[in-house]
């Protein structure tokens, strides 16, 4: 079956770097369209990066861009997210999303505190 499986949250102070990984299983990774979630308490889930299947082309929201980057590893079957300089406002949890189907990973928590 599809899974999706985030790693790599935790507490962060301000000013701080995480990377954030997706491995995935159950289906041609490299055929599909990978993205990054978030959510925080009372919000709604937001799109936050997305990377094609082929030409790797990403894009971004402006919340993040600048600071945020998504890559793949399509021998790994494996979706990043390497998030530097980041803010109390980037406190939520994160998943990774894949076009196949559109199946989602469990989340991964990322605090972003002193």
């Known amino acids: 079956q599809v899974q999706l499986v985030e790693s790599g949250g935790g507490l962060v102070q301000p000013g701080g770097s995480l990377r954030l990984s997706c491995a995935t299983s159950g289906f041609t990774f490299s055929n599909h369209e990978m993205n990054w979630f978030r959510q925080a308490p009372g919000n709604e889930r937001e799109l936050i990066a997305r990377i094609s299947a082929h030409d790797f082309t990403t894009d971004y929201a402006d919340s993040v861009k600048g600071r945020f980057t998504i890559s793949r590893d399509n021998a790994k079957n494996t979706a990043y997210l390497q998030m530097n300089s980041l803010k109390p406002e980037d406190t939520a949890v994160y998943y990774c999303?894949?076009?196949?189907?559109?199946?989602w990973g469990q989340g991964t928590q990322v605090t972003v505190s002193s």
């Open positions: 999303r894949t076009s196949y189907r559109g199946a």
